[in-house]
């Protein structure tokens, strides 16, 4: 485990959002069981939900009730994502939680979604040592990802908002809204309780 002078490992650093080394011993262990546990998950029959929710269960920081995600499933650590009651993820999502990964109750998310916290150096210097830092993402109860969406690191989305396929979220999104696009923009405004018309994950 790599220590650097202010005494901190690179797992401390990356958890502050500091710049860290992902080839750490340390890191590179956890990444290590978090792939283990995800090509297990991702190997499951659909027949066999009890083994799909204890993989989960011992992979991610949380899961709640009623929360289903479909493999295939790919992340970093797994223990820095948190996720609700009653949530879906459809197929390929991709969650590279280098730093948390907050997704609230009720949330739908279409497949081959990405929620990317990394972040490397414009300064091609570091970037060339491999330097890299991050950034968390939230998102709120009831928000709709569409497939393919991306959300950016250090992205906050208010509840209820709908994110439109294939949108590149770079930067936060106040709840009750739609947005779409690259990068993602504010299209309208929803009035919760009413009923609007269908769109397609």
Avoid: C
């Amino acid at each position: 485990m790599a220590v650097l002078p202010d005494g901190r490992s690179m797992r401390e650093r990356m958890l502050a959002g500091d710049p860290y080394l992902a080839d750490d011993p340390e890191l590179a262990e956890q990444s290590l069981r978090a792939m283990d546990l995800t090509d297990a998950f991702n190997a499951t029959s659909a027949r066999d939900p009890q083994e799909r929710r204890r993989l989960l269960t011992e992979l991610l920081g949380t899961i709640g009730e009623g929360t289903e995600i479909r493999p295939p499933l790919r992340v970093d650590y797994g223990s820095h994502i948190r996720v609700g009651a009653r949530s879906f993820a459809n197929f390929g999502l991709v969650a590279l939680d280098v730093a948390p990964i907050s997704i609230g109750d009720d949330v739908q998310i279409g497949s081959n979604v990405q929620l990317l916290t990394p972040t490397h150096p414009i300064d091609p210097e570091p970037r060339r040592a491999k330097w890299e830092a991050a950034k968390p993402i939230t998102i709120g109860d009831n928000v709709w990802l569409g497939s393919g969406a991306i959300v950016l690191a250090g992205v906050t989305i208010g509840e209820n908002t709908v994110v439109g396929a294939g949108a590149v979220v770079t930067r936060d999104l106040p709840a009750n809204v739609v947005a779409v696009g690259n990068p993602a923009r504010v299209v309208r405004t929803i009035e919760p309780g009413t009923t609007g018309a269908s769109g397609t994950a």
